[in-house]
């Protein structure tokens, strides 16, 4: 490690000293690596894949549904960015709760946030596989998922700056297809293609209902879930804790504009928009089939292949950098079985969380991968953990500022939190009814593993926080932005 890595490592060590860590992680990531992490992990064309499900979910309102999610999440990024300057800590909204509200809270974060980062790297895996596997069918589904999770594990084994430089090149990969896409999309449609220029993909007077957005709302919110993923990455970033904030907003705003543009330009371009909204999208080709009616079959195959290499390998990658993080913040804490908190001595990365991740995307790869509903099992578990998690979170601001800290910051501590609260609470309760089952089955049993812990005098505990201490906690980051 060079001296300018040790001063950055030395200088940001309080930070997490004064919660009672220590710095582990190697510091070498700057804001523009973050912003990439974050744009690679929500992927720039994420609604290649999904974007028959949300067109027939909406109503055709494909646009006016990432329109909705985009304004959802901006008030989820600003609760993460006020928190992140709090506890400048690995850990996401587990860390979050744990802090802001209890750690008995930030357990169940932890948990239900848990459901989505486990779970998502082998949602991802099988996507890819399946596509990969429509254009080389000699190559099985279980091979294409083997081949992603040994690639992905050995580029994340070897450290953060080795993941940061595949992400950025993987980036410029997927802006490159979504480019060709936009200019050949928009050219078709001024040539007369498609129903031309219209407002119908953002309003549509003949299908439009509130209930009706919200509910395609909560399946084109896949496609925004990994902006929260950058503060897992606060104890690598070595340009100080406003730098995770600011990115994950960046992120974000970037990607909801390139989500709106491309499904927008793909609704124009729709064969049979009628027939979309009806029957639905059961092969998931929607996306492809407009490609191909705007500019041939070459151009259906390289979006479809496009969203392969994304899901398969980039978005695959960052998601189980992620999600090793989250469980190395709560072995840390001893709130997960300690082996997951060993970090490498050379590659400074948590090893056994890595390989752990790995083991676990291959079995539920498999097993899903043989189900005619494992694609849409997996995104309703993924979507559920995420958006309860997030419920905590905005909680956790209010909490944390305006109770503890008694701040005066009426609109950041608390209008933007308890909007952020109300919009993602009804996307959830307007989410798919067996989503719904499931996603609660998996917090009852959190809740159950909460009281055992409780019950055996085993209860969660943060590092410089006793949990009957934790109401009185000192309101650490409440100076303003």
């Known amino acids: 490690m060079s001296a300018r890595d040790d001063r950055h490592d030395t200088e940001h060590a309080e930070d997490i000293e004064q919660f009672g860590y220590h710095q582990e992680l190697k510091r070498s990531l700057t804001f523009t690596d973050l912003l990439v992490y974050g744009l690679i992990f929500m992927v720039p064309i994420a609604p290649f894949g999904i974007f028959g499900g949300v067109f027939q979910a909406s109503g055709g309102m494909v646009a006016l549904a990432y329109v909705v999610g985009m304004v959802a999440m901006v008030f989820t990024a600003l609760s993460y960015a006020q928190m992140s300057r709090a506890f400048p800590m690995a850990g996401s909204v587990y860390t979050y709760a744990g802090r802001g509200l209890h750690p008995g809270a930030g357990f169940l974060a932890g948990w239900?946030?848990?459901?989505?980062?486990?779970?998502?790297?082998?949602?991802?895996?099988?996507?890819?596989?399946?596509?990969?596997?429509?254009?080389?069918?000699?190559?099985?589904?279980?091979?294409?998922?083997?081949?992603?999770?040994?690639?992905?594990?050995?580029?994340?084994?070897?450290?953060?700056?080795?993941?940061?430089?595949?992400?950025?090149?993987?980036?410029?990969?997927?802006?490159?297809?979504?480019?060709?896409?936009?200019?050949?999309?928009i050219g078709a449609i001024a040539s007369g293609k498609g129903d031309g220029f219209s407002f119908r993909p953002i309003y549509d007077s003949d299908t439009f209902s509130v209930g009706l957005v919200f509910s395609a709302v909560s399946v084109a919110v896949l496609s925004f879930l990994g902006f929260d993923g950058i503060s897992t990455l606060a104890e690598e970033n070595r340009e100080g804790a406003r730098q995770v904030g600011q990115a994950t907003i960046a992120a974000l705003a970037l990607a909801g504009v390139l989500f709106i543009v491309q499904t927008w330009v793909a609704a124009l371009l729709v064969p049979d928009r009628s027939g979309l909204i009806s029957k639905g999208d059961p092969a998931g080709t929607a996306f492809y089939d407009a490609a191909q009616f705007a500019g041939g079959h070459w151009l259906s195959v390289l979006t479809a292949v496009a969203t392969a290499i994304a899901w398969g390998f980039a978005n695959a990658l960052v998601a189980q950098a992620a999600t090793s993080r989250l469980l190395f913040s709560m072995a840390r804490d001893r709130q997960l079985p300690g082996f997951l908190a060993a970090v490498h001595p050379t590659h400074r990365v948590p090893e056994n969380a890595t390989f752990l991740v790995a083991v676990v995307s291959l079995g539920v790869g498999l097993y899903m991968a043989h189900r005619s509903d494992g694609v849409t099992v997996l995104s309703t578990l993924v979507n559920f953990g995420a958006l309860t998690a997030f419920l905590l979170l905005h909680a956790s601001v209010v909490n944390h500022y305006a109770i503890r800290g008694g701040s005066r910051d009426v609109w950041r501590h608390m209008v933007a939190p308890a909007l952020g609260f109300v919009i993602i609470g009804y996307v959830i309760i307007k989410a798919n009814v067996a989503a719904q089952k499931l996603g609660l089955t998996w917090l009852a049993v959190g809740v159950v593993i909460l009281v055992g812990l409780y019950a055996t005098g085993r209860r969660p505990r943060l590092s410089g926080i006793s949990p009957e201490a934790s109401a009185e906690q000192p309101a650490a980051g409440t100076d303003q932005p």
Do not use: C, K, Q
């Open 112 to 185: 239900l946030i848990l459901l989505d980062y486990v779970l998502v790297p082998a949602l991802l895996y099988i996507i890819a596989a399946i596509a990969m596997h429509s254009f080389v069918t000699a190559v099985p589904v279980w091979a294409w998922v083997l081949l992603f999770i040994v690639v992905n594990t050995s580029v994340n084994y070897f450290g953060i700056e080795i993941t940061a430089r595949v992400n950025r090149v993987m980036l410029v990969a997927e802006l490159v297809v979504l480019v060709l896409f936009l200019v050949i999309g």
